[in-house]
């Protein structure tokens, strides 16, 4: 009898995250997903760590008891993300753009990192990074979190190219709004706005997102990796 595939993803105590491993835990998917703190989330197949994805030494922790606990990682789901209020270039902070920048680019790259690592070794495995609807539209206030997820976008890009000659796809998923707590801090004419520039306009929901990722993810689509999915968004 096959196994059930293991799932990675990070920041699953809240929002799309904590959405993504209620779905996989759902669909009998052993999950372990981490975050700054404790979840809310239980259940018999999933296993949860706290780790901060800027911490080295702690991002190498977890993948290695994901890898000591499973065996193997099928699917990484890179998802934690720091969105700051809108503010302009001008007006935002050095400690808020060295956070977001630390969160978001920093801890893309780790995490990624060590991912990767153990899908060498298997010959296999899927990478799916977040980006977001915010590095198609150019929004006022939305420099130093479109540039971040831009970053991501260009990482995983060459990440893809890298991996594939070991049979490891890397793709990127850009949502349009999901609204979390997270993306309220962009503020309301903020998020009104950006809605009013999608092609759909409307908000995505937590299934329409994970079965991109199950697109991603199927055997099936082992030739399809450096791409971006826009959602909701012609870009």
């Known amino acids: 009898m096959t196994e ?10 809240r929002g799309i995250g904590l959405g993504m491993a209620r779905h996989f835990v759902g669909l009998e998917y052993r ?3 981490c975050s700054r703190g404790p979840t809310i989330f239980t259940a018999a197949h999933y296993l949860h760590s706290e780790v901060d994805v800027t911490d080295e030494k702690q991002v190498r922790g977890w993948i290695r008891t994901i890898k000591n606990h499973y065996d193997h990682i099928d699917i990484f789901v890179c998802n934690s993300a720091i969105v700051p209020a ?17 969160t978001n680019v920093m801890g893309a790259y780790l995490t990624c990192r060590e991912a990767a690592k153990v899908m060498m070794l298997q010959r296999s495995g899927r990478i799916i990074t977040l980006s977001s609807m915010a590095v198609g539209l150019h ?4 420099s130093v979190y479109a540039a971040s997820k831009s970053a991501v976008v260009e990482m995983t890009k060459i990440l893809a190219k890298e991996l594939a000659p ?12 999901f ?3 997270a993306v309220e801090n962009l503020g309301e004419a903020v998020v009104k706005h950006a809605l009013e520039s999608l092609t759909i306009k409307r908000e995505v929901t937590i299934e329409e ?17 450096g791409q971006v999915l826009y959602m909701g968004l012609v870009n």
């Open 139 to 142: 929004e006022l206030g939305t």
């Open 4 to 13: 059930p595939p293991v799932i990675a993803i990070t920041g699953t105590s």
């Open 209 to 225: 997102i994970c079965n991109v990722v199950n697109f991603f993810a199927a055997p099936e689509s082992s030739s399809i990796t």
């Open 31 to 33: 999950v372990a997903g």
């Open 179 to 181: 609204k979390t707590s």
């Open 166 to 177: 070991l049979g490891i796809t890397c793709n990127v998923i850009a949502p349009s709004v």
């Open 86 to 102: 809108a503010s302009l270039l001008t007006a935002t902070s050095f400690d808020i753009a060295d956070s977001t920048f630390r």
